[in-house]
């Protein structure tokens, strides 16, 4: 028995032992271990024969100098600079060039290959020059009249020819040519007249040009106008901004232009959300009332629902504008007479006041009579001060006054306004 | 002089214009006709007719001048002006109208008034402009229990639209105040005008 015991244990597997299993190792994250993920190179391999072929591909992108090229260069350039740029071009390896560099070819593309002739306002610093480069002395006083006309006619002549490099034209003109002849007359005596070297001179010639010389101007040059197809066409003009369907059809209904709308004031005044309870739930939409007015007597109160925050106050908006309603002012300052109105529970009391009263009411209404461009009033609200009737309520006492030349002509009785004698007619 | 009749005429004012009525008819008193009649030449009434539990036969019903006849009349009055005037003249011991003779006998409405003082009304005619009645309120300013005396003084603050012995300013457009005074009642500016004081009765405005 003894015997067979030990040899039990050699066949036995390792497993079987009593020995405590490995505990099962716990995952820290939710990712695949890295066993499980499979593994890729950080570069992809290249292949020795892709390698050749990108190398001749790179060798015919950029080509190096060859003999004839670099006799040209050696015309051009000194020895150190010829030997800065074949050290640059060595510095960079074509092949790395052609696989991850990039030509740009959208529109916006900068022009960076460049002979580097002529300056460009967008990629280069501007040049500038210090005092130091004006030769001689740099004094200069201001001209008497006989020097500054001559001065004038001869930096007129200098901006005329700019503006014609061939000649200016002669004979008999059209119509346009003509026009156009006499408006670059008088732009280039303009700049004449505001040039510096027409205002001072100089015994120093070069000091005089310095005057006039954008390099020594402390101001900063005007932001360069890129003159590309592209950005001619994206180019967007104060004046066609993006159309509104809304706005356009505002405008058709009042007859007016971009320019007279903008100069109306609004301001919204309310805005809560309200609910409509329906068998499938609540639907929350927000609630709009706004306020338009010219400053100068004009006023419209409107009112905008939606479920989208800002087509409400769109809403309220175009409809503020399209109510708008003249008020009455006496003497463009105050109300006619003391006003009341009642709208719901609301009542609004408007009274008239001296000049120089100022508008002490409460805001809303203030806002109103700014609005309105009422600058003399007082209010109350001696009832319920719901926001929304007391603006209906102002509006509407605002702009159904009763004016005192219907009043005199409802009773047949003749109204003259005596101030209008006495004071020479300057009253409003 | 009761003050709560003129309460109730007041009123009653305000309802037939709020209700568009074209004539109405208030008790026949003197202070009544007296503020009718003021009212009138202030302009917020077209018609004070004194008439019976009826009403007096409109303006359109009644019987009008030929139109050649009115033509006549300007084209005389244009030539000679001073017929506008009537005079008396006396001629063989009679009295003759000129006028009547040249311009033609002028036309007079009869109304019938009732024999009976308590069955007379005073038939108002009320304005309206552009769909809006003239008279729109009438308040009484003096109460049956609480007179107020104003001096010219205090009418003259008043009609300046500032607050005068607890009555406040006339501050609405076109807005009139009547006072009963030693000379009748009148309109508040009239009173200023002529320096007297009196009796505020009521307040008109549209």
């Known amino acids: 028995m003894s015997v067979c015991r030990p040899a039990r244990c050699l066949f036995a597997k390792a497993t079987c032992t009593t020995l405590p299993k490995a505990a099962p190792q716990r995952s820290f994250q939710t990712s695949a271990s890295r066993q499980g993920r499979k593994r890729r190179p950080h570069y992809p391999s290249i292949k020795a024969d892709d390698l050749k072929l990108l190398n001749e591909a790179a060798e015919v992108e950029y080509p190096k100098y060859d003999t004839t090229e670099t006799s040209l260069l050696s015309k051009k350039y000194t020895p150190s600079q010829i030997a800065a740029i074949k050290a640059a071009e060595s510095a960079i390896d074509t092949r790395d060039v052609l696989t991850q560099g990039q030509q740009r070819t959208d529109p916006w593309l900068l022009p960076y290959e460049d002979d580097m002739a002529e300056v460009d306002p967008v990629t280069d610093n501007r040049p500038r020059l210090t005092p130091d480069d004006i030769p001689g002395k740099k004094t200069f006083r201001l001209a008497n009249d006989v020097e500054r006309d001559e001065a004038i006619s001869r930096i007129a002549n200098e901006n005329l020819a700019k503006m014609y490099p061939d000649g200016i034209p002669e004979g008999a003109l059209d119509a346009a ?43 900063m040059p005007d932001l360069p106008r890129l003159e590309n197809r592209m950005a001619r066409q994206t180019r967007r003009l104060s004046t066609e901004e993006e159309e509104d369907p809304r706005q356009k059809r505002l405008l058709q209904y009042l007859g007016w232009d971009k320019q007279k709308l903008r100069s109306i004031r609004v301001k919204t005044l309310v805005s809560h959300s309200v609910t409509n309870q329906t068998r499938m739930g609540k639907i929350r939409s927000l609630y709009y009332l706004t306020i338009a007015g010219n400053q100068d007597g004009l006023l419209g109160v409107g009112e905008g629902k939606s479920v989208e925050p800002e087509e409400g106050r769109k809403q309220s908006i175009m409809s503020a504008i399209r109510n708008m309603r003249p008020v009455p002012r006496h003497e463009n300052r105050t109300t006619f007479g003391d006003l009341e109105r009642k709208v719901g529970a609301t009542k609004v009391q408007l009274f008239a006041r001296p000049p120089g009263f100022g508008l002490r009411t409460q805001h809303l209404i203030f806002e109103l009579a700014r609005a309105a461009g009422l600058q003399d009033l007082a209010a109350k609200t001696p009832r319920s001060r719901n926001k929304m009737n007391v603006i209906k309520a102002t509006w509407e006492a605002l702009t159904s006054q009763k004016l005192p030349d219907e009043i005199a002509r409802a009773r047949g009785k003749k109204l003259v306004d005596v101030r209008k004698v006495y004071y020479g007619g300057s009253v409003h | 002089m009761s003050l709560v009749n003129l309460a109730h005429v007041c009123s009653h004012m305000q309802n037939a214009s709020k209700a568009r009525l074209g004539l109405t008819s208030i008790p026949v008193s003197k202070m009544h006709v007296n503020i009718a009649l003021g009212l009138q030449r202030e302009g917020f009434l077209s018609s004070v007719t004194l008439g019976g539990p009826t009403p007096p036969q409109p303006f359109l019903l009644q019987k009008q001048p030929d139109p050649e006849e009115m033509d006549e009349m300007a084209e005389t009055l244009q030539k000679e002006p001073w017929h506008a005037y009537p005079v008396e003249a006396e001629k063989q011991g009679k009295s003759v109208n000129w006028t009547e003779r040249v311009l033609g006998k002028e036309q007079v409405h009869d109304v019938s008034v009732p024999e009976n003082p308590a069955r007379r009304r005073l038939w108002l005619g009320l304005k309206y402009w552009q769909n809006e009645p003239v008279l729109r309120n009438m308040k009484l300013i003096s109460k049956p229990t609480r007179r107020i005396w104003l001096t010219s003084e205090d009418l003259g603050k008043i009609t300046r639209t500032r607050e005068s012995s607890y009555v406040k300013g006339l501050t609405h457009p076109g807005e009139c105040m009547f006072i009963t005074t030693d000379r009748g009642i009148l309109e508040a500016r009239e009173c200023v005008e002529r320096r007297l004081g009196g009796m505020a009765l009521f307040r008109v405005w549209s």
């Open chain 1, 177 to 219: 040519t003509e026009q156009r002849l006499q408006d670059s007359f008088e732009a280039a005596l303009t700049q004449a007249t505001l040039d510096p070297r027409a205002t001072y001179t100089s015994r120093n010639p070069a000091a005089l040009e310095a005057l006039a010389d954008p390099r020594h101007s402390a101001v």
